[in-house]
């Protein structure tokens, strides 16, 4: 399996603009994890889906920020506006009912300038 | 609230040392708990897991649990230079994942 897939891997914007981070999931998996990872804050759980369902999203820092799964492979984290400070690494991560760990994709590295 | 709080470190051991890392979580209804090791500029990858029913070895290393006390300690064993990276310790509650800040450890060679 190629794991968890994340694109972009890098993503420069300017203040204000509409910003679309990817994700599919491992194959067969069936819950989906967006995470932020911050020197200051480490890993926070912004939304986590299960059966590509939105089940808790009480993560996401503002209305700035929506999450999307229309299907079992594939999920997008939107930032509209982007500002400065939402520049971070965003992970997105995949488990199974089958096991009890979460696999991490390798991030998107987001700045805002 | 759920939180998961660890030492942010740094952690400085020699070569063959043995490494105690602690973590802290605020909720006793959690089922497992997870430690995971983060390179620099790489994503999270899984060492090794435990349940709510016992302590688990796997090579070097050990997860223990005191559901007392609500913390899990991760010991590993003849530390190597390539063992430093950030652990970060996660608690799963409702299928979520709630991570510490994560502890840096160095082994000096």
């Known amino acids: 399996d190629a794991g968890v897939i994340q694109s972009p891997r890098h993503e420069v914007t300017e203040m204000g603009q509409e910003v679309t981070l990817r994700c599919k999931p491992i194959s067969g998996h069936n819950s989906l994890f967006w995470y932020r990872q911050t020197m200051m804050r480490g890993l926070e759980l912004l939304i986590y889906f299960n059966n590509n369902v939105p089940i808790d999203d009480s993560g996401m820092p503002e209305d700035r920020f929506s999450a999307k799964m229309p299907n079992a492979s594939f999920s997008t984290l939107k930032i509209q506006p982007s500002e400065p400070r939402d520049s971070a690494v965003y992970f997105c991560a995949s488990s199974s009912y089958r096991g009890p760990e979460a696999f991490f994709g390798q991030g998107t590295r987001l700045t805002v300038v | 609230q759920k939180e998961v709080e660890q030492n942010s470190g740094p952690l400085s051991v020699p070569e063959g040392a043995i490494a105690s890392l602690n973590c802290t979580y605020s909720d006793r209804g959690s089922q497992s708990f997870f430690w995971y090791r983060q390179y620099s500029g790489k994503s999270p990858e899984l060492i090794m897991f435990i349940y709510s029913n016992g302590d688990k070895e796997d090579g070097r290393f050990t997860a223990q649990l005191n559901k007392a006390s609500q913390y899990v300690s991760l010991l590993i064993r003849d530390s190597q230079p390539s063992d430093s990276a950030t652990y970060l310790c996660?608690?799963?509650?409702?299928?979520?994942?709630?991570f510490g800040t994560g502890t840096s450890l160095t082994v000096i060679p």
């Open positions: 996660a608690v799963n509650w409702g299928n979520q994942f709630y």
